[in-house]
């Protein structure tokens, strides 16, 4: 039996990486995916690879960071489809590894307007369609670093910590009114955000992983439908580390 049958559920950043097998688990589950994304030519992808694998999606430009445009989606989505049962805000960016005092203001800018206030943004509409349709399930994509001082990423930490601290303030503000809300903190995972880390740091923090491998976005989307599910009812706010064993 499919967990998510005739649900509807939106993704962030779901044109590649995370977002991208986190959209296709969904599909494969019955849901009815909405791919958000910037990148309108590997959202159409994803929507294309969901339908030819007899998946229902539909793709929508989402720049997470703009209020209005935040607004107008997931407003248009919830009048459109009816409901908004299942959210994922995964839409982030990774930022160039500099030590905190050559960080450009422009650079921290931009990471904790993506990174942090597009999940506040995101938040604030799903919550208000759920609300009215009285629940759903929510899971926001922190990060290893959102737990952890990371060299080289200041503005990144900082905002991937920032997702925790809203996650755990909307699960207690919401969970009584049927809304559950969780985290997930992927290690090194195998998406386009590595691009911009040093191989020597790659190299170095394989080999601290007890698994001695990077991670594939798979398995993060794997944990994703899990919190998303009712395989998880009494799981909130709550941020699971999927890592590989790294942090132990």
């Not at 097998?21 to 995916?33: E, I, R, W």
């Not at 290893?144 to 503000?173: D, Q, R």
């Amino acid at each position: 039996m499919k967990k998510f049958k005739n649900k509807i559920a939106l993704v962030t950043g779901a044109a590649t990486g995370i977002g991208r097998a986190t959209a296709f688990a969904l599909a494969k589950q019955g849901a009815n995916v909405i791919v958000t994304d910037t990148n309108e030519k590997e959202g159409l992808a994803t929507v294309n690879r969901i339908k030819k694998e007899g998946g229902k999606a539909k793709f929508l430009v989402l720049d997470v960071s703009k209020k209005e445009e935040v607004d107008k989606v997931i407003n248009d989505i919830f009048t459109t489809e009816g409901n908004l049962d299942l959210a994922v805000n995964n839409a982030g960016i990774g930022g160039v590894p500099n030590a905190l005092h050559e960080v450009e203001f422009e650079d921290w800018e931009s990471m904790i307007n993506i990174n942090l206030t597009g999940v506040f943004l995101c938040l604030q509409a799903e919550i208000k369609c759920m609300l009215k349709q009285g629940g759903g399930r929510i899971v926001n994509i922190s990060s290893l670093a959102g737990l952890n001082g990371m060299p080289g990423g200041s503005s990144y930490s900082a905002a991937k910590h920032g997702v925790i601290g809203l996650t755990k303030s909307v699960a207690v503000e919401y969970g009584k009114l049927n809304i559950r809300t969780n985290a997930v903190c992927p290690g090194f995972i195998q998406t386009p955000i590595l691009k911009g880390i040093p191989q020597s740091m790659l190299d170095h923090s394989t080999k601290r992983v007890p698994m001695k491998r990077i991670g594939q976005p798979e398995e993060v989307a794997k944990a994703i439908v899990w919190l998303l599910s009712e395989d998880s009812t009494y799981v909130n706010g709550h941020s699971l580390l999927i890592d590989g064993g790294f942090m132990a």
